[in-house]
Protein backbone atom coordinates (compact mmCIF):
# COMPACT_ATOMS: atom_id res chain seq x y z
CA UNK A 1 0.00 0.00 0.00
CA UNK A 2 1.12 3.38 -1.10
CA UNK A 3 1.26 6.37 1.32
CA UNK A 4 0.99 9.82 0.93
CA UNK A 5 -0.55 13.51 1.18
CA UNK A 6 -3.32 15.16 0.14
CA UNK A 7 -3.90 18.86 0.10
CA UNK A 8 -6.41 21.36 -0.80
CA UNK A 9 -3.99 24.69 -0.09
CA UNK A 10 -6.01 25.57 2.53
CA UNK A 11 -4.91 29.45 3.73
CA UNK A 12 -4.95 29.82 7.39
CA UNK A 13 -7.90 31.99 8.44
CA UNK A 14 -7.29 33.96 11.90
CA UNK A 15 -10.37 34.81 14.37
CA UNK A 16 -10.70 38.19 12.66
CA UNK A 17 -11.10 36.90 9.28
CA UNK A 18 -7.60 38.12 8.13
CA UNK A 19 -6.31 35.30 5.63
CA UNK A 20 -3.29 34.32 5.56
CA UNK A 21 -1.17 35.71 1.77
CA UNK A 22 -1.35 33.19 -0.72
CA UNK A 23 2.46 33.76 -1.72
CA UNK A 24 3.36 32.51 2.02
CA UNK A 25 1.32 29.64 1.77
CA UNK A 26 2.15 28.77 -1.73
CA UNK A 27 5.92 28.81 -0.22
CA UNK A 28 5.64 26.53 2.55
CA UNK A 29 3.56 23.98 0.58
CA UNK A 30 6.70 23.46 -1.55
CA UNK A 31 8.60 22.97 1.98
CA UNK A 32 6.11 20.90 3.10
CA UNK A 33 6.39 18.54 -0.37
CA UNK A 34 10.23 18.64 -0.63
CA UNK A 35 9.80 17.47 3.05
CA UNK A 36 7.73 14.03 2.44
CA UNK A 37 10.06 13.42 -0.60
CA UNK A 38 12.90 13.42 2.10
CA UNK A 39 10.98 11.45 5.02
CA UNK A 40 10.04 8.59 1.75
CA UNK A 41 6.22 8.73 1.50
CA UNK A 42 5.31 7.56 -1.63
CA UNK A 43 3.00 10.18 -2.93
CA UNK A 44 2.25 13.72 -3.17
CA UNK A 45 -1.73 15.30 -4.22
CA UNK A 46 -2.83 18.83 -4.61
CA UNK A 47 -6.09 19.87 -5.44
CA UNK A 48 -7.77 22.66 -7.71
CA UNK A 49 -9.96 25.20 -6.09
CA UNK A 50 -11.10 29.17 -7.32
CA UNK A 51 -12.02 30.18 -3.65
CA UNK A 52 -10.73 33.06 -1.36
CA UNK A 53 -9.82 30.15 1.32
CA UNK A 54 -7.55 28.03 -0.66
CA UNK A 55 -4.09 28.93 -2.60
CA UNK A 56 -4.03 26.62 -5.67
CA UNK A 57 -6.19 27.51 -8.46
CA UNK A 58 -3.57 25.64 -10.60
CA UNK A 59 -1.99 21.86 -9.53
CA UNK A 60 0.10 21.63 -12.43
CA UNK A 61 2.10 24.67 -11.71
CA UNK A 62 2.91 23.63 -7.97
CA UNK A 63 3.46 19.90 -8.97
CA UNK A 64 6.22 21.49 -11.70
CA UNK A 65 7.81 23.13 -9.09
CA UNK A 66 7.98 20.19 -6.85
CA UNK A 67 9.64 18.43 -9.71
CA UNK A 68 12.33 20.05 -9.06
CA UNK A 69 13.38 19.62 -5.16
CA UNK A 70 12.04 16.43 -5.23
CA UNK A 71 13.26 13.09 -6.62
CA UNK A 72 11.23 9.86 -5.84
CA UNK A 73 7.35 11.07 -4.52
CA UNK A 74 4.52 10.91 -6.96
CA UNK A 75 2.80 13.84 -8.01
CA UNK A 76 -0.59 14.06 -8.35
CA UNK A 77 -3.64 16.32 -8.46
CA UNK A 78 -5.83 15.84 -6.22
CA UNK A 79 -8.35 16.50 -7.87
CA UNK A 80 -8.09 18.38 -11.54
CA UNK A 81 -11.58 19.43 -11.82
CA UNK A 82 -11.77 17.71 -15.68
CA UNK A 83 -15.84 19.00 -15.91
CA UNK A 84 -14.55 22.66 -16.61
CA UNK A 85 -11.00 22.07 -17.77
CA UNK A 86 -9.64 21.53 -21.17
CA UNK A 87 -8.60 17.50 -21.66
CA UNK A 88 -6.12 18.79 -24.50
CA UNK A 89 -4.46 21.36 -22.35
CA UNK A 90 -4.95 19.37 -18.87
CA UNK A 91 -3.21 16.30 -20.61
CA UNK A 92 -0.20 18.44 -22.13
CA UNK A 93 0.66 20.32 -18.77
CA UNK A 94 0.36 16.82 -16.84
CA UNK A 95 2.76 14.90 -19.63
CA UNK A 96 5.07 18.09 -19.30
CA UNK A 97 5.17 17.31 -15.39
CA UNK A 98 5.45 13.55 -16.32
CA UNK A 99 8.59 14.74 -18.55
CA UNK A 100 10.08 17.00 -16.18
CA UNK A 101 9.96 14.82 -13.30
CA UNK A 102 11.19 11.66 -15.07
CA UNK A 103 7.99 9.35 -14.86
CA UNK A 104 6.60 10.87 -11.62
CA UNK A 105 3.06 12.47 -12.35
CA UNK A 106 0.00 11.83 -11.99
CA UNK A 107 -3.85 13.22 -13.22
CA UNK A 108 -6.79 12.58 -10.63
CA UNK A 109 -9.92 13.41 -12.49
CA UNK A 110 -12.83 14.25 -10.52
CA UNK A 111 -15.86 16.65 -10.22
CA UNK A 112 -14.56 18.73 -7.51
CA UNK A 113 -16.13 19.32 -4.52
CA UNK A 114 -17.20 23.39 -5.02
CA UNK A 115 -18.51 24.64 -8.02
CA UNK A 116 -16.71 28.16 -8.95
CA UNK A 117 -15.15 27.01 -11.70
CA UNK A 118 -18.23 26.59 -13.88
CA UNK A 119 -18.84 30.09 -14.00
CA UNK A 120 -15.41 31.27 -13.87
CA UNK A 121 -14.59 29.16 -17.31
CA UNK A 122 -18.02 29.46 -18.91
CA UNK A 123 -19.95 26.55 -18.46
CA UNK A 124 -23.40 25.50 -17.12
CA UNK A 125 -23.75 23.77 -14.21
CA UNK A 126 -27.33 21.96 -15.85
CA UNK A 127 -24.28 20.10 -17.97
CA UNK A 128 -22.70 18.82 -15.17
CA UNK A 129 -22.74 15.15 -16.09
CA UNK A 130 -22.47 15.30 -19.44
CA UNK A 131 -19.13 17.63 -19.51
CA UNK A 132 -17.78 15.20 -16.77
CA UNK A 133 -18.27 12.35 -19.21
CA UNK A 134 -17.51 13.64 -22.65
CA UNK A 135 -14.41 15.64 -21.03
CA UNK A 136 -13.22 12.10 -19.46
CA UNK A 137 -13.94 10.13 -22.82
CA UNK A 138 -11.24 12.97 -24.57
CA UNK A 139 -8.92 12.86 -21.86
CA UNK A 140 -8.73 8.74 -21.82
CA UNK A 141 -8.24 8.62 -25.68
CA UNK A 142 -5.07 11.39 -25.91
CA UNK A 143 -3.91 9.25 -23.32
CA UNK A 144 -4.37 6.17 -25.02
CA UNK A 145 -3.57 7.49 -28.84
CA UNK A 146 -0.94 10.40 -30.00
CA UNK A 147 -2.68 11.13 -32.97
CA UNK A 148 -7.06 11.76 -32.63
CA UNK A 149 -9.99 12.05 -34.25
CA UNK A 150 -12.82 13.25 -31.72
CA UNK A 151 -16.31 15.09 -32.07
CA UNK A 152 -18.41 15.98 -28.77
CA UNK A 153 -20.50 18.47 -27.67
CA UNK A 154 -18.73 20.88 -25.52
CA UNK A 155 -15.16 21.32 -27.57
CA UNK A 156 -14.40 22.01 -31.07
CA UNK A 157 -13.72 18.48 -33.14
CA UNK A 158 -10.21 17.17 -33.46
CA UNK A 159 -9.29 15.68 -37.38
CA UNK A 160 -6.09 13.73 -37.31
CA UNK A 161 -4.67 15.83 -34.11
CA UNK A 162 -1.53 15.23 -32.79
CA UNK A 163 -1.31 16.07 -28.88
CA UNK A 164 2.15 16.71 -27.89
CA UNK A 165 4.32 16.23 -25.68
CA UNK A 166 3.68 12.87 -24.64
CA UNK A 167 4.26 11.38 -21.29
CA UNK A 168 7.23 9.09 -19.88
CA UNK A 169 6.74 6.11 -21.50
CA UNK A 170 3.71 7.35 -23.55
CA UNK A 171 1.50 6.75 -21.05
CA UNK A 172 0.08 8.99 -18.04
CA UNK A 173 -1.19 7.62 -14.79
CA UNK A 174 -5.02 8.59 -14.44
CA UNK A 175 -7.02 7.74 -11.40
CA UNK A 176 -10.70 9.01 -10.87
CA UNK A 177 -12.07 10.47 -7.49
CA UNK A 178 -15.39 9.44 -6.43
CA UNK A 179 -17.51 10.66 -3.64
CA UNK A 180 -19.65 7.98 -3.52
CA UNK A 181 -22.29 8.09 -6.28
CA UNK A 182 -22.43 3.54 -7.77
CA UNK A 183 -22.66 5.72 -10.94
CA UNK A 184 -19.56 7.50 -11.11
CA UNK A 185 -17.96 3.87 -9.16
CA UNK A 186 -19.63 1.76 -11.83
CA UNK A 187 -17.92 3.70 -14.69
CA UNK A 188 -14.56 3.66 -13.32
CA UNK A 189 -14.90 -0.06 -13.08
CA UNK A 190 -15.82 -0.19 -16.55
CA UNK A 191 -13.02 1.56 -17.77
CA UNK A 192 -10.61 0.43 -15.43
CA UNK A 193 -9.70 3.20 -13.71
CA UNK A 194 -7.70 3.21 -10.45
CA UNK A 195 -9.89 4.91 -7.85
CA UNK A 196 -9.69 7.34 -5.17
CA UNK A 197 -12.66 6.99 -2.59
CA UNK A 198 -12.75 10.57 -0.58
CA UNK A 199 -14.36 9.44 2.92
CA UNK A 200 -14.57 12.69 5.00
CA UNK A 201 -17.46 12.01 7.21
CA UNK A 202 -19.43 9.56 9.08
CA UNK A 203 -18.44 5.78 9.51
CA UNK A 204 -15.93 5.11 7.07
CA UNK A 205 -17.39 1.32 7.04
CA UNK A 206 -20.61 2.87 5.63
CA UNK A 207 -18.45 2.72 2.01
CA UNK A 208 -17.75 -0.84 1.86
CA UNK A 209 -20.34 -1.87 -0.50
CA UNK A 210 -19.03 0.91 -3.12
CA UNK A 211 -15.75 -0.42 -2.75
CA UNK A 212 -17.23 -4.25 -3.59
CA UNK A 213 -19.05 -3.01 -6.11
CA UNK A 214 -16.33 -1.18 -8.13
CA UNK A 215 -14.36 -4.35 -7.70
CA UNK A 216 -17.16 -6.57 -9.07
CA UNK A 217 -17.41 -4.09 -12.09
CA UNK A 218 -13.80 -4.14 -12.18
CA UNK A 219 -13.43 -7.93 -12.45
CA UNK A 220 -16.89 -8.54 -14.30
CA UNK A 221 -15.09 -6.25 -17.64
CA UNK A 222 -11.99 -8.70 -17.71
CA UNK A 223 -9.60 -5.90 -16.39
CA UNK A 224 -6.39 -7.12 -14.99
CA UNK A 225 -6.63 -7.92 -10.54
CA UNK A 226 -3.05 -7.44 -11.36
CA UNK A 227 -3.21 -3.82 -11.79
CA UNK A 228 -6.27 -3.29 -9.70
CA UNK A 229 -5.86 0.05 -7.37
CA UNK A 230 -8.26 1.68 -5.10
CA UNK A 231 -7.24 4.23 -2.53
CA UNK A 232 -9.02 6.09 0.43
CA UNK A 233 -8.70 10.38 1.49
CA UNK A 234 -9.40 10.89 4.75
CA UNK A 235 -8.74 13.80 7.03
CA UNK A 236 -5.57 13.32 9.00
CA UNK A 237 -3.08 15.64 11.30
CA UNK A 238 -0.68 13.32 13.26
CA UNK A 239 1.32 14.51 16.36
CA UNK A 240 3.38 13.96 19.14
CA UNK A 241 0.14 13.53 22.15
CA UNK A 242 -3.21 13.10 20.61
CA UNK A 243 -5.16 14.76 23.32
CA UNK A 244 -2.66 18.15 22.40
CA UNK A 245 -3.46 17.53 18.73
CA UNK A 246 -7.20 17.28 18.87
CA UNK A 247 -7.14 20.54 21.18
CA UNK A 248 -5.19 22.46 18.96
CA UNK A 249 -6.87 21.37 15.76
CA UNK A 250 -10.39 21.33 16.61
CA UNK A 251 -10.75 25.14 16.45
CA UNK A 252 -9.56 25.16 12.94
CA UNK A 253 -11.11 22.36 11.32
CA UNK A 254 -14.49 23.26 12.71
CA UNK A 255 -14.11 26.33 11.79
CA UNK A 256 -13.36 25.46 7.97
CA UNK A 257 -16.49 22.70 8.15
CA UNK A 258 -18.21 25.74 9.45
CA UNK A 259 -17.01 28.10 6.09
CA UNK A 260 -17.86 25.12 3.82
CA UNK A 261 -21.11 23.84 5.53
CA UNK A 262 -22.81 28.03 5.74
CA UNK A 263 -23.27 27.49 1.80
CA UNK A 264 -24.27 24.31 1.57
CA UNK A 265 -26.76 24.35 4.46
CA UNK A 266 -24.92 22.35 7.30
CA UNK A 267 -25.71 22.68 10.89
CA UNK A 268 -22.67 24.45 13.15
CA UNK A 269 -19.70 21.28 13.38
CA UNK A 270 -19.80 20.31 17.15
CA UNK A 271 -16.76 19.32 19.29
CA UNK A 272 -18.98 15.77 19.60
CA UNK A 273 -18.51 15.11 15.91
CA UNK A 274 -14.97 15.59 15.53
CA UNK A 275 -14.26 13.41 18.78
CA UNK A 276 -17.05 10.76 17.12
CA UNK A 277 -14.74 10.96 14.20
CA UNK A 278 -11.85 10.48 15.87
CA UNK A 279 -12.89 7.29 17.22
CA UNK A 280 -11.86 3.94 16.19
CA UNK A 281 -15.05 4.24 13.50
CA UNK A 282 -14.74 7.59 12.86
CA UNK A 283 -12.94 8.70 9.73
CA UNK A 284 -11.04 11.37 11.23
CA UNK A 285 -7.26 9.80 11.69
CA UNK A 286 -5.85 12.69 14.08
CA UNK A 287 -3.95 11.92 16.61
CA UNK A 288 -0.18 10.01 17.85
CA UNK A 289 1.31 7.76 15.45
CA UNK A 290 -0.06 4.92 17.59
CA UNK A 291 -3.78 5.71 16.96
CA UNK A 292 -2.74 6.31 13.25
CA UNK A 293 -0.91 2.99 12.24
CA UNK A 294 -4.09 1.42 14.07
CA UNK A 295 -6.43 3.25 11.77
CA UNK A 296 -4.48 3.00 8.66
CA UNK A 297 -3.97 -0.59 8.55
CA UNK A 298 -8.06 -1.22 10.16
CA UNK A 299 -8.38 0.94 6.83
CA UNK A 300 -6.56 -1.29 4.47
CA UNK A 301 -8.02 -4.43 6.08
CA UNK A 302 -11.44 -3.47 5.38
CA UNK A 303 -11.07 -2.19 1.78
CA UNK A 304 -8.45 -3.90 0.38
CA UNK A 305 -6.53 -0.14 0.07
CA UNK A 306 -3.51 -0.05 -2.46
CA UNK A 307 -3.22 3.18 -1.64
CA UNK A 308 -3.96 5.98 1.40
CA UNK A 309 -4.00 9.52 1.36
CA UNK A 310 -4.07 11.74 4.78
CA UNK A 311 -5.59 15.13 3.77
CA UNK A 312 -3.75 16.84 6.18
CA UNK A 313 -4.13 21.03 5.65
CA UNK A 314 -8.10 21.30 5.71
CA UNK A 315 -8.63 24.49 8.15
CA UNK A 316 -5.32 25.61 7.47
CA UNK A 317 -2.97 24.57 10.27
CA UNK A 318 0.49 26.48 10.44
CA UNK A 319 3.36 25.27 8.86
CA UNK A 320 5.41 24.27 11.48
CA UNK A 321 2.18 21.83 12.62
CA UNK A 322 2.22 20.55 9.15
CA UNK A 323 5.86 19.61 8.57
CA UNK A 324 5.60 18.07 12.45
CA UNK A 325 2.91 16.05 11.17
CA UNK A 326 4.76 14.98 7.93
CA UNK A 327 7.79 14.10 9.68
CA UNK A 328 5.88 11.74 12.32
CA UNK A 329 3.98 10.78 8.92
CA UNK A 330 7.24 9.66 7.13
CA UNK A 331 9.60 8.56 10.48
CA UNK A 332 7.13 6.80 12.36
CA UNK A 333 3.66 6.08 11.07
CA UNK A 334 4.57 4.97 7.29
CA UNK A 335 7.29 2.51 8.53
CA UNK A 336 5.37 0.77 11.04
CA UNK A 337 2.28 0.43 8.20
CA UNK A 338 4.85 -1.18 5.76
CA UNK A 339 6.49 -3.52 8.39
CA UNK A 340 2.42 -5.06 9.56
CA UNK A 341 1.91 -5.32 5.86
CA UNK A 342 5.10 -6.87 4.93
CA UNK A 343 4.13 -9.42 8.05
Do not use: C
Not at 41 to 49: V, W
Not at 182 to 191: D, K, N, Q
Not at 211 to 240: I, Q, T
Not at 254 to 279: E, I, L, T
Amino acid sequence: MELGIGMFGDLQVSASGEIQPAQQRLQEIIEEIKLMDEVGLDFYGIGEHHRPDYAVSSPEIILAAAATVTKNIKLSSAVSVLSSSDPVKLYQNFATIDLISNGRAELMAGRGSFIESFPLFGFNLQDYDQLYEEKLDLLLKINKEPKISWKGNFRSELVNQEVLPRAVNNKLKIWVAIGGTPESVERAGRLGLPVMFAIIGGQPIQFKPLFDYYKRVYEAYGHDMNKFEVGVHMHSLFGENSAETAEYYYPLYAAQMNRVGKSRGWPPYQRSQFDMGRGSSGALIIGDANESIDKILSMQETFGLTRFSAHMDVGGPSHSAMMKSIEIFGTKIAPAVRKALQG
